[in-house]
Structures are given as structure tokens and as C-alpha cells.
């Protein structure tokens, strides 16, 4: 008989929720039911069943006690101090206990509802410490850090420099606001953004700016102040890699989070102008309602990009190119973060840190950076922090790559690394220039260069064909715009304009780029010095004014206008009483508009007028 109430009470296994114990096979259906139900559990099969469940650190206890045996099982039921694993039901052997991090990352990802309402305990992401998770909350002593504390001017050994895993714009992305530059009309102290961050009233936000100025930092730091506090979690996703099926799918998780645990869901999309009207279509009703607060990045013009259904559910931020000033906050703050010491800055505290340095590094050589390569860098990335961050860190790499092979043996002096301005220009090879074939910057530089031309300033005119030429832009493209030009704006105050562009023209189209680029460059400035007059393409304009602005039928032709190629239309009238300009010497008097059009001059003439 005891060996049978023995094996019954082995057989009980705890719910890891409400602590409770049930038969092994009874647990899996309580378990489900269990974490969906936030009001109460089913009845246990403990006799303790009335009893509330104890409050007790598990994780604590587990790591101070012995392995589990079948006979403890007993005193376990007893209401002693429980001895068994927390998560025995998925566990093949009862001997061994759970790995740490497994049962820290179960028990942060997967708690009941109505334990984390009651015990205010603040979820956290898998690895991710706070107060009262993970270390006060379950009794774990929180690890003694063995890492120092760098201060800005103290050099890193250059072989930790080769070993940085990632891109440097993405290992140094800003967490907090008072790290974000660059962006102060946007988040500035005053701003609206700003306030509407600090009350945690977070709107759907469309964030549109050129590649490398701080979207998806932005979009990251709001998510980490919603999380920090609790009220929302953080999904991101990329509209290049992702399918409809899989938004889906995360708004029915947003559903379900924001019903059992009242939370909403802050959903980033990366490149939204990627999805198709149809897929922008997919986040109407959930934006409209509130389960998700979307936050999308775009390179593009929304109002061109985006469903305007779904942008007027959303507030649009415009984020500019970061300034020269903002790049170098930025680059200062990633060299002191590597620990490279910047030359021309306070000389002597630079002496005094490399001596520290030497007994603690050995023979490995320190970095170092002129501050006339981080200017350099600042305006050679046109506003691009990323570009700016990769191509120092791919400076850096290169030298100290290349040193590292040649160094001698134990006994020689290692020379220090210094990257000068010549390195960061090779990193970055060219100026970055923002230019889009398709997008708007397209009819932005057009646009400029247009009025450049009509405003005879050539230089400006040579910049903005610059500026599309080594962008990429096609020179026929241009060609045929400088044709257009010759005729709307030169017109008939230099007539021998339009061949010109129409020459210009034929010429790119037999040499093509990058021979054509000063045949271009020919016209810009012949356009641009030549004397203008909009005199032909106004009276067009009128003309058109005047077809569209008639009531009633047109006139028709004048009868002494038109040809007479047979018998019947002479007999009508046709071409009788037209007088024949070249058989008179002295100008002809005759009607050539119909009777309605009498005495119009539509180089005078205004829409307007009756």
C-alpha cells in the first residue's frame, strides 16, 4: 500500500503558474487553460487546495536545494519548502534540474496575466536585467562587473579594433534623446514630439528623410522609452523581407497582447513605400482603432508613396541631412566610444594616458585620429551618419589590419596608428551624393536647374547639372529638357537657342556619358547667358485659355480659308474672295480669324477678360 500512495505522489507535478500540483496527466489541458484564464484556475487535486498559493522565490530556492527525489515528494505536499523543479513536466529526467537561463528566459516571456497584474512585475525581454526581474524578484544577486569604466581619452589596443562584429553605425545607435543629433526641430526640447514622448501619448508617425539621418534610431528610441515604462511593446519589421500573411499575423498578436494584457503593440516598418497600396491597406482598421501604433520610415515623398487613407492617419515628420556640426558630435562620440584618442586635443593628458596605457596593453599599439580626418569625414558624408560611422570604421580596419601582419617579435617597439585624412578619403572614396533617379530629388535638381537658367546665374546653372550628372541621372533626359527650355524661356529674343539644344541633344545621344557631360555643360551656360522671352510660350497659353473657355460650338473656318480642291466646294463658296499675299506688293487686307475672334491679340490678351 505504500508503495502506491508513493507512486501517486510522484506522479503530481506543479503548475508553474498558480503552483498548484495536478496528476501527469491532467497537466498539459490545466496548463492551457491556465494562462488563458486571468480570474481564476480549475480546482487541484492537492488537499491544500483551498489554500492561496504560496509566494515564494523559485528560482532562489531551486538553486539552494538538493535534487529531487520521489520521496520528497511527500513533504512537498505538505506545505514545506518545495523541492521539486518548477517545470518537471518537461523534463525527461526528474534527477536533473532546468538550466538557468532557460527557466529566467521562460518565466520573463510566459507569465500569467493576473501574477503580473497582482505582483507588478514589469516584463522583460529574454537577457534584458531590471528592478525586480530576473535578479530582486527571484533572488538572484545581481553580477559584479569586471569591466572599467573608459573615460573618452583612453586608447583601445588595436587588435580589440579588428573584432567588432558589427557595422559601427549599428553598434553605436543611439538609445536615449540626449544622444540623438541633428534632429532638434523634430525633438527638441519644446517640440511637440517631445511632449507627446514624455506623456507616453505616442501617435502613428510617418518619418521621412534621406537615408542615414536618424529614422530608424528614432523609431527605436521611442520604442525603448514605451518599453521601459511598460505601456507598449516593439515589433519591427522591414518591407522588403516581409508579406502581407506575416503583418497579419503580427496584428493578431498585438490583438491578443493588447486584450490579456492590456498592452499596445508599436509596429515599425522599415521602407514602408515598399508595400503596395493593397499592403498599406492592410493597416487601416487597425491604426484607426488603436491595437497598433505604426511607425514607418520612408526615403520617399509619402504624399507620392503612401495610401492617403493611411497618411491621414498619421502625422508626417520630416527629418533633415544632418549638418557638418551634427556629423561631428556624432564622430567624437564613436572614437571615444572605441577609445581612440584624437590628435590636437589637450596634448598633454593624451602623454599622460599613453604611459597608463603601455603597462597595461603591453605591445600592442594604440589607435589614434587627426581631427583633420574627422572633418574630413563630416562633410565628405553629406549628411549620411551612416555612411560616415562605416567608412571610419573601415579606415580604422584597414590600417590596423595592416599593421597587425607586420609587427616583430617581443622585443621591438610597436608603432602607434594614426589615421590621417588621406585614410578617411579612401574609406569613403567619393563625396556621397543623394540623388534618386526615380524619386523626388529627380525633379528637385531639374527643378533647380531650370529656374537657374531662367535666372541667368550659370554658376548655379553648371552645380544643379552637376549635381544630376554624377548622380546618375541620364544626360538624354537633361538634353531634352535644355530643348524644352529653349523654346519656353529663350524663345524668340535668341532663336538660334533652340538649335543649339537640339544640337546638344544629338551629341550626348552619339557619345553618350561621360564624354557629353561638357557638350551639356555648353548649353546650360548658352541658355543661361542667352536674353530670355516667355512672350510665345504665354500667347500659347492664352490660345489654349480661350479653346477651353468658349461657350457654345466653335466658329467655324472662314469660307475664303478654305481650299477648294473640287468643283462642288467652289460652287459652295470655298476659297472665294481669298486674296494671295505674294501677288500683291503692299500688305493685304483680310479677315484670317472667324467674325467671333475679330481684333483678339492674344499676346496682349488675358484669360480673364470678357
Not at 538649335?499 to 552619339?510: G, I, N
Request: net charge negative.
Amino acid at each position: 500500500m505504500a508503495s502506491e500512495v508513493a507512486g501517486s505522489v510522484a506522479e503530481q507535478l506543479q503548475c508553474p503558474v498558480c503552483s498548484k500540483d495536478f496528476a501527469a496527466s491532467e497537466i498539459n489541458a490545466h496548463l492551457d487553460r491556465c494562462l488563458l484564464n486571468n480570474d481564476s484556475c480549475p480546482t487541484s487535486t492537492s488537499k491544500d487546495e483551498n489554500e492561496p498559493p504560496l509566494k515564494k522565490s523559485r528560482i532562489s530556492s531551486e538553486a539552494s536545494s538538493p535534487p529531487v527525489n520521489k520521496t520528497d515528494s511527500s513533504e512537498a505536499r505538505k506545505g514545506t519548502t518545495p523541492s521539486s523543479p518548477v517545470f518537471g513536466m518537461f523534463q525527461i529526467n526528474r534527477n536533473k534540474g532546468p538550466i538557468e537561463g532557460e527557466r529566467i528566459t521562460f518565466l520573463s516571456n510566459k507569465p500569467s496575466a493576473s501574477t503580473a497584474v497582482s505582483k507588478g512585475i514589469k516584463r522583460h525581454s529574454p537577457g534584458e536585467t531590471g528592478p525586480g526581474v530576473a535578479m530582486g524578484q527571484f533572488g538572484i544577486d545581481p553580477p559584479v562587473s569586471n569591466t572599467l569604466k573608459k573615460t573618452p581619452r583612453e586608447t583601445t589596443p588595436a587588435s580589440a579594433l579588428l573584432n567588432i562584429d558589427k557595422p559601427l553605425a549599428e553598434k553605436l545607435r543611439p538609445t536615449t534623446l540626449e544622444e540623438y543629433f541633428g534632429q532638434n526641430k523634430v525633438v527638441g526640447e519644446h517640440t511637440l514630439l517631445r511632449s507627446l514622448l514624455d506623456s507616453q501619448e505616442i501617435p502613428s508617425l510617418i518619418l521621412w528623410g534621406p537615408p542615414g539621418c536618424g529614422k530608424t534610431t528614432l523609431a527605436h528610441i521611442i520604442a525603448s522609452s514605451s518599453k521601459k515604462r511598460g505601456t507598449a511593446r516593439f515589433v519591427s519589421l522591414s518591407a522588403t523581407s516581409t508579406s502581407t500573411n506575416e503583418v497579419r499575423e503580427v496584428i493578431k498578436q498585438a490583438q491578443n497582447e493588447l486584450k490579456l494584457m492590456k498592452r499596445k503593440t508599436i509596429l515599425f516598418i522599415d521602407e514602408i513605400h515598399r508595400f503596395n497600396k493593397s499592403q498599406q491597406d492592410t493597416f487601416l482598421p487597425h491604426v484607426e482603432c488603436g491595437t497598433v501604433t505604426l511607425i514607418g520610415a520612408t526615403t520617399e515623398n509619402p504624399s507620392f508613396q503612401v495610401n492617403a487613407a493611411l497618411l491621414s492617419r498619421c502625422r508626417v515628420l520630416v527629418l533633415d541631412k544632418l549638418s557638418v556640426e551634427a556629423m561631428g558630435s556624432i564622430l567624437l562620440r564613436a572614437v571615444a566610444t572605441l577609445g581612440i584618442s584624437v590628435l590636437g586635443e589637450d596634448l598633454n593628458d593624451g602623454m599622460d594616458q599613453d604611459e597608463l596605457d603601455s603597462t597595461e596593453l603591453g605591445s600592442e599599439p594604440k589607435v589614434y585620429i587627426e581631427q583633420k580626418a574627422l572633418d574630413t569625414i563630416a562633410h565628405l558624408c553629406d549628411g549620411d551618419a551612416r555612411a560616415g560611422l562605416n567608412g571610419l570604421q573601415l579606415a580604422v580596419q584597414a590600417l590596423v589590419g595592416a599593421a597587425h601582419p607586420g609587427q616583430s617579435g617581443s622585443g621591438s617597439t610597436p608603432q602607434d596608428i594614426v589615421v590621417q585624412e588621406e585614410h578617411v578619403k579612401e574609406g569613403l572614396q567619393r563625396s556621397h551624393i543623394l540623388y534618386d533617379k526615380a524619386g523626388e530629388e529627380h525633379y528637385n535638381c531639374i527643378s533647380a536647374l531650370h529656374k537657374s537658367m531662367r535666372g541667368s546665374h550659370e554658376n548655379a546653372s553648371l552645380y544643379w547639372l552637376g549635381r544630376m550628372l554624377e548622380g546618375g541621372e541620364d544626360p538624354l533626359y537633361v538634353a531634352r529638357r535644355l530643348v524644352r527650355f529653349s523654346s519656353e524661356d529663350v524663345g524668340m529674343a535668341d532663336p538660334s537657342a533652340l538649335p543649339q539644344a537640339v544640337s546638344a541633344f544629338q551629341a550626348c545621344h552619339f557619345i553618350g556619358m561621360p564624354e557629353c557631360e561638357v557638350i551639356l555643360a555648353q548649353c546650360v551656360v548658352y541658355l543661361a547667358r542667352a536674353p530670355k522671352s516667355v512672350e510665345i510660350y504665354k500667347a500659347y497659353d492664352n490660345v489654349k485659355a480661350s479653346l477651353r473657355n468658349h461657350k457654345g460650338p466653335l466658329p467655324s473656318v472662314p469660307l475664303h480659308l478654305r481650299n477648294a480642291p473640287t468643283k462642288l466646294m467652289k460652287d459652295l463658296g470655298y476659297a472665294k474672295g481669298y486674296k494671295y499675299n505674294p501677288a500683291f506688293s503692299a500688305p493685304v487686307e483680310q479677315d484670317y480669324l472667324p467674325e467671333e475672334l475679330w481684333g483678339m491679340d492674344f499676346f496682349t490678351w488675358n484669360p480673364s477678360d470678357p
